[in-house]
């Protein structure tokens, strides 16, 4: 019987366990032990003395209560008991709290009599939706809670679990077809049904996984760092985006010379922000020092902001007339001259700055009250097409809410708006291995091969279904995709192959 289907129960707090087995991992003063299902009122019942006689407690109120063992009657430990009846629990289901002492003797035995009740089955956590829980309790910006409470929800795990059911299916079918095919009650074009739910499977697999790394993004923080040159104004765009003076400010060019680092939320995203020392040819050890660590920041970054004097840009504005613009080249001259490009080969640096191949970056031309209006008019006109060039004040503060709504849909684009119950992105390098795993293994079925995984034991990779003789290695195979999938959520067993394959066909009846 599927434990969901059944009376659960596990330890909530305290020492931590694995399945029906204790690991003994710690001891603490209270544990607690809860029950969700139709029969957790059982447990109140034949495993609590007072309750034998006076029956249910009154509900959402604690009792204190000799917690014993349901057939031999053996006092097992003294401790609170609380009654949440459906639909008022945290499961929806009726749910019952044993607040226990926290020791690996107590926690055992009770789990133990728990196990003895009819239809008691021991809860097998879903690991995704405890990070989910985990994530939600650090979560410091509203999209960090959307997506933590959805996978707590089981997002991820309504996902996998689909690619689960249907990882057992092809294998249920394969191993049916191996043990059974001479018999008349194996439906014909089996494989071919296989075939396709390998297809399915694996097109939703890739798209899970071509996510832009958005929900682990999103998780830690993106990494926004501020550039340019000295006394461009980097440091007052820091102290206005955060409203507060996070970094000292003054006429004086090469005030900020060690990266400034601040977290903030940002349309409810959140952003490490990096203020880095103004980039320029320097003499100064301990200029040149602050410019290398702006230079790893830079290497890093998520998103790019690039600040330049105004008073500058129309000084080189003749030079910029004379041939047609082109933004990326712009952009390569001026790190030319930082020193932020040892040479001036674009794409190189395009391979190694990805905020520059995928266009996150914003340049805020900013002290445009220093300039003219006619100026700042010719300026407009001239870089009108390109939206990711904002002109601003920071003394009169023209321009600045438009480019912070800009970084804003940066943000947005980075960590997805897509509606997460529909589409969950995965959130850890742990779920990314194991997905990972599970699609090499999907396609070695095939005898396709995953880009990056060019290792030996594929080196002759070819299609498993078309020879009867390796329908066993395609078997296999899916067993280690599932195995995988099993170590993301912890929910894989070989007796669902078993369940499957006779609940499936007509096979021993």
Not at 219 to 233: E, R, V, Y
Not at 311 to 325: A, G, P, T
């Amino acid at each position: 019987m599927s434990y969901r289907l059944s009376t659960v129960y596990a330890l909530s707090s305290g020492i931590v366990y694995k399945r029906v087995n204790i690991a003994g991992l710690g001891k603490c003063g209270v544990a607690v032990v809860r029950v969700s299902g139709k029969n957790a009122k059982e447990c109140i019942l034949k495993m609590t003395l007072s309750s034998r006689t006076e029956g249910l407690p009154q509900a959402r109120k604690s009792v204190l209560r000799k917690i014993i063992h349901p057939y031999t009657g053996e006092i097992l430990d003294k401790g609170l008991v609380l009654w949440f009846p459906s639909p008022k629990s945290f499961t929806g289901e009726d749910c019952v709290e044993f607040h226990i002492h926290g020791g690996p003797a107590v926690c055992k035995a009770v789990l133990s009599a728990l196990g003895k009740l009819p239809k008691f089955t021991p809860a097998e956590p879903d690991l995704t939706s405890i990070e989910g829980l985990g994530d939600l309790i650090h979560a410091e910006t509203e999209a960090q809670r959307r997506q933590a409470f959805k996978q707590m929800e089981g997002s991820l795990f309504k996902m996998y679990s689909k690619w689960r059911n249907l990882i057992i299916d092809t294998r249920a079918n394969i191993e049916a077809y191996i043990d059974f095919s001479e018999e008349e009650n194996i439906e014909k074009g089996v494989l071919l049904s296989v075939r396709q739910n390998l297809d399915i499977l694996k097109q939703e697999i890739v798209s899970h996984l071509q996510d832009s790394r958005k929900g682990e993004r999103l998780k830690s923080g993106l990494n926004l760092t501020i550039i340019g040159k000295p006394n461009a104004g980097k440091s007052s765009f820091l102290n206005a985006l955060v409203q507060r003076p996070a970094a000292i400010v003054s006429p004086i060019a090469g005030t900020t010379r060690d990266v400034v680092k601040v977290s903030y939320d940002i349309g409810g995203y959140p952003v490490n922000i990096n203020d880095t020392a103004g980039l320029h040819a320097s003499e100064d050890i301990v200029e040149i020092e602050g410019i290398h660590r702006a230079f790893k920041e830079i290497e890093k970054t998520d998103i790019a902001i690039i600040i330049i004097d105004a008073v500058e840009l129309v000084k080189e504005l003749e030079e910029i007339l004379k041939s047609e613009f082109n933004l990326k080249g712009f952009l390569k001259k001026y790190f030319y001259q930082v020193q932020a490009f040892k040479n001036s080969n674009i794409k190189s640096h395009e391979a190694t700055y990805d905020w520059l191949r995928e266009e996150n970056f914003l340049i805020l031309v900013n002290k445009v009250d220093l300039i003219t209006k006619e100026q700042k008019l010719e300026l407009e006109n001239y870089f009108v097409k390109y939206k990711n060039i904002i002109f601003m004040s920071l003394v009169t503060f023209e321009g600045f809410d438009y480019g912070i709504s800009k970084v804003k849909m940066l943000c947005e684009s980075l960590c997805g708006s897509e509606h997460l119950e529909q589409s969950p992105y995965l959130t850890s390098q742990r779920q990314r291995t194991h997905i990972e795993g599970c699609y090499k293994h999907l396609l070695a079925v095939t005898g396709e091969q995953l880009v990056g995984y060019e290792d030996d034991e594929n080196d002759f990779l070819f299609d498993l279904l078309c020879r009867e003789e390796t329908l066993v290695l395609a078997a296999q195979r899916l067993s280690l995709a599932s195995t995988e999938l099993g170590k993301v959520t912890g929910h894989i067993t070989t007796e669902d192959i078993l369940d499957k394959i006779f609940s499936s066909f007509c096979i021993g009846k």
